[in-house]
């Protein structure tokens, strides 16, 4: 069913509706976002949106891409990605600062692609050895993360912990030799 709804990618998410797939976290929630009214996750202002869309690409392309790497790389390799995570989560809690979430008062769209900051760090921090997001570099981020993930909508969404961490204990060695995601 994967390669049939994402074969350029092959992997999830996928939403499909209608017998039509789109792939790609941010783009579903955007496209929820456009598609249901009611609850906007992305601001009405177009800088305001082109700035919350600046922030949930830098989250993908900088927060993640250095933590995930500093998680399965060793030596002087991961001190390098240790280091460039730790830069980005300093940029990335300047902007937090002074408020509940990215949105303000209410979660939105930067939350929303902050979700493997606040959830799946601590769990693969924990497979990894690692400390990296913590309260004492990191207060700032560790509130919100904390808030984020106590928010009654986002706790029934989210997969349970333990299942998480116990998917990525089994498959620490095959991660750690690809550098990549292990679905299997």
């Known amino acids: 069913m994967l390669l049939r709804f994402n074969p350029i990618h092959k992997k999830v998410p996928v939403l499909v509706q209608n017998e039509k797939p789109i792939c790609?976290?941010?783009?579903i929630v955007e496209y929820v976002d456009e598609t249901f009214?009611?609850?906007p996750f992305?601001?009405?202002d177009p800088y305001e949106r082109a700035m919350t869309r600046f922030w949930a690409k830098f989250i993908d392309d900088k927060v993640m891409s250095s933590f995930w790497m500093?998680?399965?790389t060793d030596g002087e390799m991961q001190k390098n990605f240790i280091?460039?995570?730790k830069e980005s989560l300093k940029i990335l809690q300047n902007q937090l600062e002074g408020k509940k979430f990215f949105g303000g008062d209410s979660i939105g769209f930067v939350d929303i692609a902050g979700c493997n900051v606040a959830f799946w760090f601590g769990i693969l921090q924990e497979v990894a050895g690692l400390n990296i997001l913590n309260e004492e570099d990191f207060p700032v981020l560790c509130r919100w993360a904390k808030d984020y993930c106590e928010d009654e909508i986002v706790k029934e969404i989210l997969p349970p912990r333990?299942?998480?961490l116990g998917f990525f204990m089994s498959r620490k060695d095959?991660?750690?030799a690809t550098k990549a995601p292990v679905y299997d």
């Open 162 to 164: 333990e299942m998480l």
């Open 42 to 44: 992305l601001p009405s």
């Open 174 to 176: 095959r991660i750690f």
């Open 83 to 85: 280091s460039q995570a």
């Open 24 to 27: 790609e976290s941010l783009i």
């Open 37 to 39: 009214k009611g609850n």
């Open 70 to 72: 500093s998680c399965w």
